[in-house]
């Protein structure tokens, strides 16, 4: 797992539920102001990155304002 | 000074009762007053025996007209009226009226209890407003003195220290509509209540009072007492168990005694938040008398009876008290001297940490109407097996005798899940099952998941051989994932799982639910 497989997984996630972001500009997309993903959508990301990657991570780190971005949250899945 | 009080006397009663506690307390400090009625013949007995002057005006005249009408009948009855205070307790007098009357140089105080405009120079509602909704800022002048809140309740001075103690029987139900009220409207409960043996009813009318043909028959008949305007309640309030009527002044009265009661609104003034009248230890009130199911108030009235100690504990436990003492209190604010209210009313919410942002608490039985109001909202109760809204009669006689333990959780300190569980052996096997649902705060999913952990671990701590069996509606997407994230499985048909689930939730079928178990072993994270 490296970062280029996360930001692909991320991208590909969010085109899927109607989201497009520019390959350049997805590190700096905030999922949570923008709001385009509800709880279902939140919790579905959470168990993909975890049977994709085998990396959990916890709602309450999704929601963490530091991990907004989804950059951020790229380095603390890296850093599990 | 002079205290001349201007009273509608077609608005029920209560306006002019709670008029007549303020002139007492003005009298016994030394001021004299005098009352301005609307004439009204159904009320003579009552004028003729009314311990101050009264002056009969014309009723129903615009508020230009009435003021006129005042002044003359004031100035003609005492001179000049620049050194008078004028008490308005009236709906159809508002700002006009009271500016009307301030141009004669007299001081205006206005008894409010609908949230109205006013320019008078002080306000008096006794309403507990825990909504916040009744903010009179917008609604008076600058220099305008409120006189807000349950401190300043108007009560007959023998409230400072009645205190309700109930029949012997434990089954006296008073019944009550007030000084006035159509009593057709609640005939078919009476007639009811009168025929059941299980308990004795008292009923009480006021001078106002319609429609009673009924109640002489069902007094000839020796199934009820009846008792025509008595001059007060209280002794009826001491020595009923349960009050059933219409909230007006009575909410105050019945708080001040302490005094159990099931209550319904008959007009605006008489529908209240919740909250506040929880506040208040008024637990149990029906709302509008037209959506009142007679069957379901029946229930309420038989459980609250045979709940009568955890049902005074409740009233007694409240955090705002009635001490009787507001007509006193304001009397002294009108004559200038301090009135600094020394009450602390604070309900502490004494809460235990789950992390930063979570903390819980057991239910308590306080907590009856949080709870329902938040079963019944309707992005709870549509994904439930019973979606149909629980009536108060019904969850009265669950609540106290529920075998769930139930428990509310604070998100940033508000109280945001009500969350439970309850243990059940099926084949001797143990099983948990439970719930949840919101307040009127929508958490995040990032809250919900954590108060689900939460429940799982403290649960499989305290019954470490149990499993936990539910049922999900099929349409709630965002909680069939959930359950999954948090480790639950799909229960096979005919698996004990599966047999157990049927037997817990017998109202929900497969075709509209799943069916999952989570074992305590599987539970990862």
């Known amino acids: 797992m490296n970062s280029a ?64 971005q ?11 | 000074m002079r205290y001349l009080f201007r ?15 303020l002139a007492t307390a003005l009298q016994s400090q030394g001021q004299s007053c005098c009352f301005f009625v609307d004439k009204n013949t159904d009320l003579d007995a009552l004028f003729d025996s009314f311990p101050f002057d009264i002056v009969q005006l014309e009723a129903d005249l615009a508020e230009k007209q009435d003021a006129q009408q005042f002044i003359s009948s004031a100035q003609s009855k005492i001179g000049d009226l620049s050194s008078v205070s004028v008490v308005v307790d009236n709906y159809q007098l508002g700002a006009q009226w009271e500016a009307d009357i301030k141009k004669s140089g007299a001081r205006v105080i206005a008894l409010d209890d609908i949230h109205r405009t006013h320019s008078a120079d002080v306000v008096i509602d006794q309403r507990l407003d825990l909504s916040g909704e009744r903010n009179y800022s917008a609604l ?70 319609k429609n009673i043909h009924y109640l002489h028959q069902l007094q000839s008949s020796g199934l009820i007492e009846l008792v025509e305007s008595p001059e007060s309640l209280i002794e009826y309030y001491q020595r009923c ?11 105050y009265e019945l708080a001040a005694t302490l005094t159990p009661a099931l209550t319904f609104a008959l007009a605006p003034n008489q529908e209240n938040d919740w909250r506040s009248l929880d506040a208040l230890g008024h637990f149990f009130h029906l709302g509008n008398l037209k ?77 009856i109407n949080l709870y329902r109001n938040a079963r019944n909202r309707p992005n709870n109760s549509e994904k439930m097996t019973v979606t149909q809204d629980v009536k108060l009669g019904e969850h009265i006689k669950w609540w106290f005798n529920n075998q769930r333990h139930s428990q509310i959780l604070y998100y940033q300190g508000a109280p945001t899940i009500v969350m439970w569980h309850q243990l059940v052996r099926f084949d001797e096997q143990e099983y948990l099952i439970g719930g949840w649902f919101t307040t009127d705060v929508t958490p995040s999913f990032d809250v919900v998941t954590a108060a689900l952990e939460w429940q799982l671990q403290q649960t499989f701590k305290s019954h470490p051989n149990a499993a936990w069996i539910a049922v999900i ?14 480790g639950f499985q ?3 048909e005919h698996t004990h799982y599966y047999l157990a689930t049927q037997r817990a939730f017998p109202k929900a079928t497969d075709n509209d639910f799943n069916f999952v178990h989570l074992e305590n072993t599987k539970m990862e994270r």
């Open chain 1, 5 to 68: 497989e996360l930001k692909s997984f991320f991208s590909d996630f969010l085109e899927q539920r109607g989201v497009e972001v520019a390959e350049g500009d997805i590190e700096q997309y905030n999922f949570v102001e923008e709001g385009a993903l509800d709880s279902f959508e939140l919790l579905s990301m959470i168990l993909q990155i975890e049977s994709q990657f085998g990396v959990k991570v916890t709602p309450s780190e999704l929601m963490d304002e530091s991990n907004a």
């Open chain 1, 70 to 80: 989804l950059g951020a949250l790229i380095n603390t899945i890296l850093a599990k």
């Open chain 2, 7 to 21: 009273v509608n006397t077609y608005q029920g009663i209560g306006h002019l009762m709670r008029c007549r506690w």
């Open chain 2, 140 to 209: 008076v002048t600058q220099e305008t003195s409120l006189l807000l809140g349950p401190d300043y309740t108007l009560l007959n001075p023998v409230y400072e220290r009645a205190v309700n103690k109930g029949s012997l029987a434990g089954n006296n139900v008073l019944i009550s509509l007030g000084g006035g009220g159509d009593w057709s409207q609640i005939e078919g409960l009476v007639q009811k209540l009168a025929e059941q043996r299980k308990v004795s009813l008292t009923v009480i009318v006021g001078p106002q009072a």
């Open chain 2, 241 to 251: 168990d349960l009050f059933f009527g219409a909230l007006g002044t009575s909410l």
């Open chain 2, 291 to 367: 959506h009142i199911d007679f069957d379901d108030v029946m229930q309420a009235i038989y459980a609250l009876l045979d709940n009568l100690v955890a049902v005074k504990a409740m009233r007694e436990a409240a955090p705002v008290r009635i001490d009787g003492q507001g007509a006193k209190r304001i009397a002294r604010f009108l004559n200038g001297e301090d009135i600094t209210l020394k009450t602390e009313r604070s309900q502490s919410d004494e809460c235990l940490r789950i992390n930063d942002h979570l903390s819980y608490r057991d239910v308590i039985d306080q907590d």
């Open chain 2, 473 to 486: 509606n099929k349409e709630n997407k965002f909680v069939n994932l959930l359950n999954q994230y948090l």
């Open chain 2, 490 to 492: 799909r229960s096979r």
